[in-house]
């Protein structure tokens, strides 16, 4: 019998921990529960327990539950586990700086089960393809840093999440740069390619369905035969990425920053994000199908 899913929930309210595990229990995922960051670091290290995704509050009476994965981040066996940051604040900074350090996913409570289920899944399926490419870019990212200029043609959201790994190898912040073109890439294949709006996402995300339809739209004919592409240069200064899509376009102007407005739904973040973290320049040109991207490979560390 294979191993079930395990998840560990760290957060200080026994509630929350209960719906959380309750939430999970339906797709058929073990829970573990920490109250403290010490309890989670014990569990995290305790060599008969495997964990498979963690689910880490901000807020916890002992500390910040992102001290934690930035601790995980330093033992190798613990590095790979996919981190969802959970918390009460919308604040984009803290978004922004969640990012930074590496985690991917990012939860405002309250939340319903159908989207905790969604991005949990969602964390363990791109640990799981990130690893498996990783472990092939790291022998080859002397290679990638030799190019100067490429072109690529995409259509499908493996397509572009691996794009995105694969070239970020070139400059230093990789994982901030995988963040942000993995965002403008996805928007151009969700919205650009497929034709889904903000609101008929919105409806998909919450029924669970949003990547079953995206499969359907790109077998039918009306799509199948649509593609986008990323154009890279390099110089010794900077990298410039321009993603072009077939769409229709938007009004970028909206989702350029973290409003009031999106903090209240469940994805609309992505470009304002990317922009804050993945690029040091992001500009959309003409009717919004075409977005320039720029890395500063002289800008110091953030």
């Keep these: 019998m294979a191993e079930p899913v395990t998840a560990l929930v760290v957060d200080d309210e026994e509630m929350t921990r209960a719906i959380v595990a309750g939430y999970l229990a339906r797709i058929g995922y ?8 010490a309890e989670a670091w014990r569990i995290l290290n305790d060599p008969a327990v495997t964990i498979h995704v963690a689910l880490l509050d901000r807020r916890l009476h002992d500390g910040d ?35 930074r350090a590496g985690v991917f996913y990012y939860l405002i409570k309250p939340y319903d089960g159908a989207l905790l289920r969604s991005v949990v899944r969602a964390a363990e399926e ?13 022998s080859r990212a002397d290679a990638m840093g030799l190019m100067r200029e490429a072109r690529f043609r995409f259509r499908t959201p493996h397509e572009a999440q691996n794009l995105a790994i694969a070239l970020s190898s070139i400059a230093e912040t990789a994982h901030s740069l995988t963040f942000g073109l993995s965002e403008i890439m996805m928007n151009a294949v969700e919205h650009g390619i497929l ?5 008929a996402k919105s409806v998909l995300k919450a029924t669970g369905t949003l990547g079953k339809e995206i499969e359907t739209r790109l077998a ?37 920053t973290v409003d009031a407005f999106q903090s ?10 990317a922009r804050m973290v993945g690029f040091d320049h992001l500009t959309y040109v003409g009717n919004g199908n075409r977005v320039i991207g720029v890395v500063d490979l002289n800008r110091p560390a953030r």
């Design 30 to 37: 073990r829970t573990l529960e920490a109250a403290t960051l």
């Design 65 to 99: 539950g992102l001290k934690l994965f930035e601790r995980m981040k330093t033992v190798p066996e613990l590095a790979e586990i996919p981190v969802i940051i959970q918390t009460v604040s919308d604040s984009s900074a803290d978004i922004a700086a969640a990012i």
């Design 126 to 138: 791109s640990s799981g393809r990130m690893r498996s490419l990783q472990g092939d870019l790291r």
């Design 195 to 199: 034709g889904i709006g903000f609101e």
């Design 220 to 256: 039918s004919p009306e799509h199948r035969d649509k593609h986008a592409t990323l154009h890279v240069e390099r110089n010794d200064d900077r990298i410039v990425f321009t993603v072009t899509d077939t769409g229709n376009g938007f009004d970028s102007s909206r989702y350029l």
């Design 264 to 273: 209240t739904a469940t994805h609309g973040r992505g470009i304002a994000l």
